[in-house]
């Protein structure tokens, strides 16, 4: 009985910690990311595809600020 109550405490302490580190560990989202996000939502883009289209993006927007 004191192990269920042990292990239960154990795994609800996981999944509290789990959640507030996700939500200390987001940090706020640039304008070249929202950007690459509405065009890949417009390409219907999913999974690998949407993060290869979006670092590419990202970084072609990076390299046209500079010049």
Known sequence: ???TRL????????????A???VAA???RT???LECSKQ???KGLH????KTFRAHCKHE?????KK
């Open 61 to 65: 927007m990076k390299k046209t600020e």
């Open 47 to 50: 999974g690998k595809e949407r």
């Open 7 to 18: 292990i239960a405490a154990a795994v609800a302490a996981t999944f509290i910690i789990g």
């Open 31 to 33: 304008a070249e990311s």
């Open 20 to 22: 507030g580190a996700a």
């Open 26 to 28: 987001e940090k706020p």
């Open 1 to 3: 009985m004191i192990t």
């Open 40 to 42: 890949a939502d417009a």
